[in-house]
């Protein structure tokens, strides 16, 4: 439910991205960074424990294998399964999710790694 507080950030995000023409890509970490940052300055910092972050980045990583996987079968790019209305909602997302969760963690382990010096 904590979560949910983040939605008007993510609306103004997204408000902010579209006089940019941000790409799919962009707007994904753009988002990844928006979520860890918005968790930054509620005080949560229990977010930022490093196994948190390996596990995100891991996540990121199986998300993007079958994105990858899934779109070399068919041989389109991961924008032309986005807009494939063909595939399942999920499906066509994993791009996006995968780079959001690579964003998210990256920013945790590096966080963490400047806290322990």
Known sequence: MERLVFLPVAFALAIIASPFHLSYFAFAILAG???ILFDFVRGKEESFEPQFGYW??????????????????YAITFEALDHDRTFPKLVRRLPYFGVTFLTI???IVIKSIFNRR
Do not use: D, E, M, P
């Not at 990121?60 to 899934?70: E, K, M, S």
């Open 33 to 35: 960074l928006g979520i």
């Open 105 to 107: 963690g990256a920013v």
């Open 56 to 73: 995100s980045v891991l996540l990121g990583l199986v998300c993007l294998a079958i994105a990858f996987y899934i779109s070399n079968s």
